[in-house]
């Protein structure tokens, strides 16, 4: 398995993963993003995903962004997309070019996965059949590194910058669930 990748830093090139050898291979940071155009770091992704997949000698190319989809070199090669978010209509819409990528992205793949049904039927005005696979977690690597708090905890991991996360709603609902539950903890985690 060859990962192409921007992310993480200092990871091996070569390792061994449930028996599968998995080779890295990193490739260098875009240019300076220009989100007003609808290049964003992933967006700018596309150049080495192209660059990476023309040379690779893979059997099947397995995409987990539109961007990648839209840009590898398939040479008739299998291809598969898995969706982890949701991508509405209206977010799409808010760059031509994002719109565009998005359409090739998902008209290219012999196949789609995403998360859940909600998100298969937030995706359904797109007109690509998609099947649900969910995302997996490997619970032997992710272990809880503490003992379960005595009292009630929500912990919320969305991204505060995402509108359709409603982080809003939460803190705004906060001292509502604290008055009927005072022991109850809110811990956020992820990019503030």
């Known amino acids: ?49 192209f660059a990476s997949s023309a040379t690779a000698t893979a059997d099947v190319i397995h995409c987990w962004h539109y961007v990648d989809a ?6 008739g090669r299998p291809l598969l997309l898995k969706i982890t978010g949701s991508i509405t209509p209206e ?3 808010r760059t031509p070019l994002q719109d565009r990528l998005l359409r090739r992205g998902l008209r290219r793949p ?40 005595a009292g009630p905890t929500v912990l919320s991991t969305c991204a505060p910058n995402e509108p359709r996360k409603r982080l809003t709603d939460l803190i705004d609902a906060w001292p509502r669930v604290r008055a009927a539950v005072p022991d109850a903890r809110l811990r956020l985690a992820g990019d503030a």
Request: net charge positive.
């Open 1 to 49: 398995v060859t990962l192409v990748t921007l992310q993480p830093r200092g990871i091996v090139t070569r390792d061994e993963i449930s028996g599968i050898r998995v080779r890295y291979v990193h490739v260098p940071q875009p240019g300076r993003p220009r989100p007003r155009y609808g290049l964003d770091e992933i967006t700018m992704f596309a150049l080495p995903a």
């Open 110 to 149: 012999d196949g789609v996965w995403c998360n859940s049904e909600w998100v298969r039927s937030q995706m359904s005005g797109f007109g690509r059949p998609m099947d649900v696979v969910p995302a997996g977690v490997d619970r032997d690597l992710f272990r809880p590194v503490a003992e379960r708090s």
């Open 91 to 93: 977010w799409i819409k």
């Open 70 to 75: 839209a840009a590898v070199v398939r040479r």
